[in-house]
């Protein structure tokens, strides 16, 4: 259950807790989960409820009145009473009927305000739910679901949940109050002209309940070209390089005609659905309004009824053609929230992977030594590939550790595991001596920096980037991490200087200057352990020696941890591992590695001793 | 441009909470406050491009228009027939029944008519508006595909996707409110005709109620406008935010910033909730209003037609079709207040797609461009070349270089130094501001882009990976390209033994941008996917910096008989890399400072040649001084 995951956050305005409370159960069908969460509005909901209430039966005295005055017009036209009573009859009539109608007004205010209102508070909860989730939610989440699909969960899907109350809820009791009360009124005036009056009803309301649900259905199936068609946008455009640099514009219009096309074809199919039965329901509705006339016109010609009660009958009639067209839409709204609200909560319920223990304790730092037991590893997704196997190093404080290794050998998921952005599935990480999963996830995080290999950049100013983490420092601290990073002088020289917009991915930056970003951002924290994944490869030498220079103090009192593939990165470090298909193959210092004559010393000579021999010594080799 | 952000982040600091909870400095969501939410209701030139866009479909929209107006018609014309059958049909103890047939004769030919035209109407719109949907986005997409790259660096996805698809939208909500809209006019007319023609005093009367209800609306609509609009705006903020969160989840959570974006969020999210009810009681406030005015008119229609009909100046029927049309009267009104909103919203989307269309094609095509032939040299030439993406600020100046048929050259430099910015102009994805770009022999802005683009395969410094399969990714726009040219190209850039280890093989699912990668593979699969691309000129931007040496040497292996005869460009930081180049340009602040083979730098001692000797020293190597310098030059305040 969410609740877990979410206890510890704060809880501004208590949103959060109503959306806990009703998540009771997986059992429990969704819209019972829906309703208990309006019902958390007790106020609200019973004003919307009355007012619904109260409405329709005023609406439902307008057409008697209005009888009541044609009869009463014509009463007097045909028996000739006395001018100044029928004066006064039409008078009250008439006075009465303005209030109903003033009344109704208010009270339908009442009711789709509230109900509105209902709707709204119940969509800032999950909002706020759903954000909150997909914030805690693990990195091995993030990796399965395209984040199309969250942002459809997080706009669409609620908003059908939203709706609910409004368009579901307060309708059903307005529809069966409306249809329900009508019909007995007009059968009780005239059963013969009632069941006439009526005859549409069954008929409208049952074309229309299948239409919606057809149509439902169809939605999702659009909503699912849709979302095909805004990926290869998305990606599209996101990609435009790639598009570019491949001239391959021509093919990429080719993917989105087609993907285009599928879209279109079914939105037409959808109007023809729709408009298929919206017109038969008119026609139907027209078709008993016509029949209600000539046997209606009979009935009076034969004085069965007076054409005050026949007037009746015909508003009734228009008074019910909206409420039975509209059961389609409720029905519409219960199945909109029950598929929606499925998502939403199968989101909301969703296990956090990675959370505190029940007894964590904040971290404590002494020493700071890390330390990897044994750590075996395989991602979730894809559990029966082990990524890495029986890793064990320890680090102090103070000390560097470089680590080395082809592509895909694991460099990068080590430095995953330290913040547990994953968990391992073997052995344990320590940090003096204390289990990571046995602390906090919070002290943890504050605990161990990443500048991740592939680092997103927020669309904002450059001095938000670089306080992302800590976002109430000092301007001065600011620039002296961007400093550290060796983009201080690079950024006055920008028109906008620190208030320079960056973002996306940053692609008006260059590629080193987007990863001196990262790395400034992450001086910015005060970690005991820091990881650099990778982060200088598109950073020139001198400028990187510069960078560690700086660095240098920074160093003395944590826990560095370099990944890097130019060796002149991380020779210095205290210790080497050599990482290999998920194993460490060789360790010890520059000195120890180059000795050894491994696989470090072959990376060691390619990058140094220049010209062919080594080219040749190698690739026979290999 | 800055000075917006710069007084909006004046505002944030001002916002700082008394408790201090407020960060100064923290936003979740997008910078930028979106812009107009509704523009005129009514823009000419705005009407103009759109109706470009339904042109093709004009017919159809005349054919919709008459049957909206038959629609109509019969609208009108039903409660006239009650009438006529209450008023002649129904005479108590009539015997006639002619009357009361013809009646429902008529209304039985009505309401058929009222079936065929609102089917036409509905599916005629309805799928003309779907259609000019689809038009306009294609439209977009196409010209978003020629655009300038300048432009596209400047604009988030997020936006141009929000032009793609909530925009675009809402044309379609206007071309079908634009249809109803002459519905609905024509009904209010018709119903002020028909009442003033069936009485006109009567009529007149009734119809009093309506300057009242004009007087209120232009009371309420302009507060209302705002509130819808800022309803809408809080709304897209809110969103906006959400879609920041879920793409920079991984990095909100290695700051461990979780606490504080939920606290902004929540701010956005009140904001929210608290515009969208006040927009609710704006839009409500008009229920009773309306419903008392409904409510004026019946009685009006009672107390004096009520009379009349005592005095026999009046038939019931009339007072009956009277009392019809008062009902239907408002619906119209309502209907169209709505939609004027609708139609203003229409203005200012119409209007961001118009600059969306509107955006210049800097780099186009000649009229007589030429097709840059496959049998061309492959030799790239710069001849003085000055550069900037703001021309004010150069980030080329007169860099010329020539690189021979079938070599390969390597570009070197600090980061930022214009390298990738360099490769760029080789494309063509900008134009130079002096000099010229010459490929082939040829100014690249003679060529046409397409056969130009052919020719030079990329690898460029950020890998992109599509979703699809790893066999799409690397065969991309070929094709026609075979499975086992995709594995030889795999295979030469060592990709093919990691490829087969995922569940799939070459079949097997990227997850969005080749998540489920490590960046290396990523770089690889890339890499592949330009030497399948098969042309003349080969471009690796950092192609091997997130790859070990070893890789990168049995990769270099492999691509020398790939590249037999074709001419490379090559850009590394790692200047082990490129010793194999034949030449090798320092590039320095957008400067050509040195060029020569390794040996030459070398023995020249500038700028290549320290960049060599720090590639290997050891840290401590480096003289203290310079340490001092450059925590000094990183650091100036
Ligand atoms: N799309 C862009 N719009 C505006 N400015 C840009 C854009 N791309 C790069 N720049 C700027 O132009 C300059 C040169 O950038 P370029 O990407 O060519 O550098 P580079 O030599 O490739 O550096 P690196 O080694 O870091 O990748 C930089 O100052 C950068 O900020
Ligand atoms: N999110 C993920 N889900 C599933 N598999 C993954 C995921 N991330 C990485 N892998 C796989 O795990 C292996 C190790 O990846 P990792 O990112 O640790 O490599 P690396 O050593 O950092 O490589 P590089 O030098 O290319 O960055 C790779 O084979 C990769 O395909
Ligand atoms: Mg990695
Ligand atoms: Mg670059």
Redesign the interface.
């Known amino acids: 259950m969410s609740s877990e995951a979410i206890g510890s956050?704060?809880k501004?305005?208590d949103?959060l807790a109503h959306v806990n409370a009703a998540s009771w159960g997986k059992g429990l069908n969704i819209l019972a989960r829906i309703t208990r969460m309006n019902f958390r509005h007790p106020w609200q909901v019973t004003f919307a409820i009355g007012s619904t209430i109260i409405a329709a039966t005023l609406q439902l005295s307008i057409p008697q009145l209005?009888g009541r005055?044609?009869d009463?017009?014509?009463s007097?036209?045909?028996g000739g009473a006395a001018?100044a009573v029928?004066?006064q009859a039409?008078?009250t009539?008439?006075?009465l009927?303005?209030?109903?109608?003033?009344l109704?007004?208010?009270f339908?205010?009442s009711q789709?305000?509230f109900a509105?209102?209902v709707g709204?508070?119940i969509?800032?909860e999950l909002?706020?739910a759903?954000?909150?989730k997909?914030?805690?939610?693990?990195?091995s989440f993030?990796?399965?679901v395209?984040?199309g699909d969250?942002?459809t969960i997080?706009?669409l899907d609620l908003e059908g949940v939203r709706m609910y109350f409004s368009t579901g809820l307060v309708r059903a009791v307005l529809l069966f109050m409306l249809i329900g009360i009508g019909a007995y009124l007009l059968l009780s005036t005239d059963l013969v002209l009632g069941l006439l009056a009526l005859s549409f009803v069954p008929f409208v309301a049952w074309r229309s309940s299948v239409t919606q649900l057809t149509l439902r259905a169809t939605w999702l199936d659009l909503q699912e070209r849709l979302s095909v068609l805004?990926?290869v946008?998305?990606?599209?455009?996101?990609?435009?390089?790639?598009?570019?640099?491949?001239?391959?514009?021509?093919?990429?219009?080719l993917k989105?005609?087609r993907a285009?096309k599928n879209?279109?074809d079914l939105?037409?199919e959808r109007?023809?659905i729709?408009?298929?039965n919206?017109?038969?329901m008119?026609?139907s509705f027209?078709?008993s309004?016509?029949l209600v006339?000539?046997f209606g016109?009979?009935k009076?010609?034969?004085?069965e009824i007076s054409?005050g009660t026949?007037?009746t009958f015909?508003?009734f009639m228009?008074i019910l053609q909206m409420p039975v067209r509209q059961i389609g839409l409720m029905v519409n709204s219960f199945a909109r929230a029950s598929t929606c609200g499925s998502r939403l909560f199968g989101l909301l319920d969703m296990e956090v992977a990675i959370k505190d223990a029940p007894d964590a304790k904040p971290l404590e730092i002494e020493n700071g030594t890390l330390r990897f037991e044994d750590v075996s590893f395989a991602?979730p997704?894809?559990a029966?590939?082990p990524i890495l196997r029986n890793v064990s190093f320890e680090a102090r404080k103070g000390e560097t550790i470089g680590i080395?290794?082809?592509?895909?050998s694991g460099?990068?998921t080590i430095a995953h595991l330290i913040?547990r952005?994953y968990d391992v599935t073997g052995g344990r990480i320590t940090l003096d001596g204390q289990d990571i999963r046995d602390v906090t996830l919070?002290s943890l995080?504050?605990a161990v920096?990443?500048v991740?290999?592939?680092?997103?950049l927020?669309?904002?100013?450059i001095?938000?980037n670089i306080?992302?983490?800590d976002?109430?420092?000092h301007e001065q601290r600011i620039?002296?991490a961007?400093?550290?990073?060796?983009?201080?002088?690079?950024v006055l020289g920008l028109?906008?200087g620190y208030?320079?917009?960056v973002?996306?991915?940053g692609?008006?930056l260059?590629?080193?200057?987007r990863?001196?970003l990262t790395i400034a951002?992450t001086m910015m924290?005060r970690p005991s352990v820091i990881i650099f994944d990778?982060s200088t490869?598109?950073?020139?030498?001198?400028?990187?020696?510069?960078?560690?220079?700086?660095m240098?103090q920074f160093a003395k009192d944590r826990v560095t941890i370099i990944i890097a593939?130019?060796?002149?990165s991380l020779?210095?470090a205290d210790q080497i591992l050599f990482v290999e298909n998920g194993e460490i193959v060789e360790r010890g210092t520059?000195e120890d590695l180059l000795a050894k004559g491994g696989?470090y010393k072959?990376?060691?000579d390619?990058?140094?001793r220049?010209?062919d021999e080594v080219?040749n010594e190698?690739?026979e080799a290999? | 441009m800055a000075q917006g952000h710069a007084g909006e982040l004046e505002a944030e600091r001002n916002d700082v909470r008394d408790d201090g909870r407020r960060p100064p400095r923290a936003v979740v969501g997008s910078h930028r406050i979106e812009e107009e939410m509704f523009g005129r209701a009514f823009d000419k030139n705005i009407v103009k491009r759109i109706w470009a866009f339904v042109k093709p479909y004009r017919a159809k929209v005349y054919v919709a228009v008459a049957a909206v107006l038959i629609f109509t018609a019969t609208q009108l014309v039903i409660p006239l027939i009650i009438r006529y059958a209450i008023d002649h049909g129904m005479a108590l103890g009539g015997i006639d029944l002619l009357p009361l047939f013809i009646a429902c004769g008529a209304f039985l030919l009505a309401i058929l008519i009222n079936y065929a035209a609102s089917y036409t109407q509905e599916t005629v719109v309805g799928k003309v508006a779907e259609n000019v949907l689809f038009d306009i986005r294609r439209a977009m997409f196409g010209h978003l595909q020629r655009v300038s790259l300048s432009f596209m660096d400047k604009t988030e996805v997020g936006r141009l996707m929000s032009r793609l698809q909530g925009d675009v939208n809402s044309m379609q909500e206007f071309l079908e409110t634009c249809v109803l809209s002459v519905g609905d006019i024509a009904l209010l007319f018709g119903i002020v005709v028909v009442m003033l023609w069936l009485d006109f005093r009567l009529g007149l009367l009734t119809l009093s109620v309506l300057p009242v209800l004009f007087i209120v609306r232009l009371f309420w609509l302009p507060r209302a406008r705002n509130a819808f609009m800022a309803a809408h705006e809080t709304n897209s903020v809110a969103n906006g935010a959400l879609a920041e969160a879920i793409h920079g989840v991984r990095a909100v959570q290695s700051m461990d910033r979780q606490q504080v974006n939920f606290v902004l969020y929540d701010d956005k999210a009140h904001a929210n909730l608290k515009t969208h009810l006040t927009a609710a009681r704006y839009a409500q406030v008009m229920v009773p209003i309306v419903d008392t005015l409904t409510g004026i008119a019946m009685a009006v229609v009672i107390v004096v037609g009520g009379s009349m009909v005592v005095n026999a100046s009046l038939d019931i029927g009339v007072m009956v079709a009277f009392l019809f049309y008062i009902q239907r009267f408002f619906d119209p009104i309502r209907s169209l207040t709505l939609q004027y909103s609708v139609m203003q919203r229409a203005m200012a989307s119409g209007k961001r797609l118009t600059d969306v269309l509107d955006v210049k094609v800097d780099v186009q095509d000649k009229p007589d461009a030429k097709v840059l032939s496959p049998d061309m040299d492959g030799s790239v030439e710069f001849k003085d070349v000055t550069f900037g993406y703001n021309p004010k600020h150069p980030v080329l100046k007169n860099v010329s270089f020539r690189v021979n048929p079938g070599e390969t050259v390597a570009l070197v430099g600090p980061t930022g130094s214009g390298k990738s910015s360099a490769m760029a102009l080789v494309h063509r994805f900008y134009d130079v501001q002096q000099g010229q770009v010459l490929v082939g022999g040829h100014d690249v802005r003679d060529l046409t882009q397409e056969s130009l683009g052919r020719q030079i395969a990329m690898v460029l410094q950020e890998p992109f990976l599509f979703t699809g399969t790893v066999f799409e990714n690397i065969r991309y726009h070929m094709t026609d390209a075979t499975r086992e040219q995709v594995i030889e190209a795999a295979k030469a850039v060592g990709a093919h033994d990691f490829i087969m280890t995922l569940a799939g093989g070459y079949d097997a699912m990227l997850e969005e941008r080749g998540g489920n990668l490590s960046l290396g593979q990523r770089q690889l699969i890339s890499f592949a996917r330009a030497l399948v691309a098969d042309a003349k000129i080969l471009v690796l931007d950092e192609a091997t910096a997130n790859i070990d040496s070893y890789t990168e040497m049995l990769i270099q292996k492999a691509l020398v008989k790939l590249l037999e005869g074709r001419t490379g460009l090559v850009i590394a930081h790692r200047l082990a890399t490129i010793r194999g180049a034949d030449r090798i340009i320092v590039l320095q602040n957008g400067q050509l400072i040195e060029t020569g083979n390794h040996d030459q730098l070398m023995a020249r001692g500038g700028l290549y040649s320290k960049l060599y000797n720090l590639n290997y020293a050891s840290f401590d190597d480096i003289p203290e001084e310079e340490l001092q310098a450059s925590a000094q030059s990183g650091s100036t305040t």
């Open positions: 956050a704060t501004p305005r949103a209005l005055a044609v009463q017009a014509q007097v036209f045909a001018g029928a004066e039409l008078w009539s008439a006075l009927l303005l209030a109903v109608s003033t109704r007004g208010l339908t205010m789709n305000y509105e209102a709204h508070h969509g800032y909002r706020l759903c954000y909150e997909i914030q805690r939610l693990s990195f993030h990796d399965q395209h984040s969250l942002i997080g706009m805004s990926r946008m998305e990606e599209n455009l996101g990609g435009i390089r790639v598009v570019r640099a491949f001239a391959s514009q021509a093919y990429e219009m989105f005609d285009s879209a279109l939105a037409h109007v023809n729709r408009v298929r919206t017109s038969a008119t026609f027209f078709f309004m016509g006339l000539l016109g009979r009076v010609m034969a004085g054409v026949l007037a015909l508003t228009t991602y997704m894809a029966e590939r080395v290794g082809p592509p895909g460099k990068s913040p952005f919070g995080r504050k920096a990443v991740q290999q592939d680092a997103f927020f669309t904002t100013t001095e938000n306080a992302y983490g976002p109430w420092a620039e002296r961007s400093g550290y990073a060796q983009l201080h002088n690079y028109p906008a208030k320079t917009v973002g996306e991915r692609v008006s260059s590629g080193g200057q990863q001196r951002r924290l990778d490869a598109a950073i020139d030498a001198a400028t990187e020696q510069r960078i560690r220079s700086a240098r593939h130019r060796l002149s020779m210095h520059h696989r072959a990376l060691y390619l990058q140094v220049p010209g080219l190698y690739g290999g």
